[in-house]
């Protein structure tokens, strides 16, 4: 299969066919989180249905018994907490995938964006004042009905064979991972983006793909999931709605880049759907960071 960048909306994935795909992995946009997504939904029930949409079509591309990652967590905006995490999980399951693993990502102390809550307490020491700051994320592992673990050759295997010496040095085997998440730094190429490290896709491609094999992100930001898969000898497909992302990806990617190694062809497609986002999002960050 070929490697496709699709600029339109994952709503509809209508490029691709029935069973194609092997892995999902991605983490779709925190839901009007104000440091990166501010407005971006017009409700959460848009957001929800939006969701409900793009598992419909992921039950359709992915091929039997194989596994779809998301990577989420729960929206605070204005003291409200929205259950985005427990939301996905019924959405997903209501669309017939089975509901498998749950690991939580832990990012180190002192990498969190700066936060006001835990400092309540501080100022008030008194019940009732307790407000946590967020050092975690999910990683929901949905799967597609069972797996024919006879359909793959020993020769596939082989070829995907886990380090088992770096799967227990690095300890895969717990449903806590401890990864470095992308720090908000000037300049970063992912600035604006929510991006999630490249480690989080890495593990999940070599868990739960086979070499060759088609991972899709349908919410593909600045273009780690292809990025990653492509490195491990898998093909890589990506939705993205804003446009003003191709330059990122492509830059992300090394396509049209000279490079001493050979990179990956990909096939880009511009959708009618496709919207222009990044630049209006950033402006309304900086806003909502002079009005603090």
């Known amino acids: 299969m ?12 209508k490029e691709l066919e029935d069973s194609s795909i092997h892995l999902v992995v991605t983490s779709p946009p925190y839901f009007n989180a104000p440091f990166d997504y501010p407005d971006l939904f017009e409700s959460y029930e848009q957001f ?24 989420c967590d729960d929206t605070l905006i204005n003291g409200e907490k929205y259950p985005v995490v427990a939301d996905i999980i019924k959405i997903f399951t209501e669309q017939g995938f089975k ?3 749950r690991i939580t990502w832990v990012k180190p102390e002192g990498y969190i964006r700066i936060s006001r809550r835990s400092g309540v307490l501080i100022q008030h020491p008194y019940p009732m004042y307790y407000y946590p700051d967020n050092l975690q994320e999910s990683i ?17 295997k082989q070829l995907s064979k886990i380090d088992i010496k770096q799967y227990q040095r690095e300890k895969w085997f717990l449903n806590v991972w401890y990864i470095t998440n992308v720090l908000p730094i000037n300049n970063r190429l992912e600035k604006g983006i929510a991006a999630f490290p490249e480690e989080i896709p890495r593990r999940l491609i070599k868990l739960f793909s086979f070499k060759g094999e088609t991972v899709l992100d349908p919410f593909l930001g600045s273009g780690t999931t292809l990025k990653v898969a492509n490195e491990l000898g898998r093909n890589g ?3 993205e709605i804003d446009a003003e992302l191709l330059k990122v990806i ?22 009618d759907d496709k919207k222009y986002l990044r630049t209006t999002l950033q402006n309304r ?8």
């Open 2 to 13: 070929t490697n496709k960048i699709i600029f339109g909306d994952a709503q509809n994935m």
């Open 48 to 71: 929800l249905n939006v969701m409900k949409n793009v598992a419909n079509e992921i039950k359709r591309v992915l091929a039997k018994g194989r596994i779809a990652a998301f990577v």
């Open 99 to 101: 509901y498998r693993e």
């Open 140 to 156: 929901l592992i949905f799967q597609n009905g069972d797996f024919d673990y006879k359909s793959i050759s020993q020769r596939k």
């Open 237 to 239: 497909i990506g939705y």
């Open 250 to 271: 492509k830059e992300k990617l090394g396509i049209n880049q000279t490079k001493l190694v050979k990179t990956p062809s990909y096939e880009i497609i511009m959708r």
């Open 285 to 292: 960050v900086k806003n909502n960071n002079k009005s603090r």
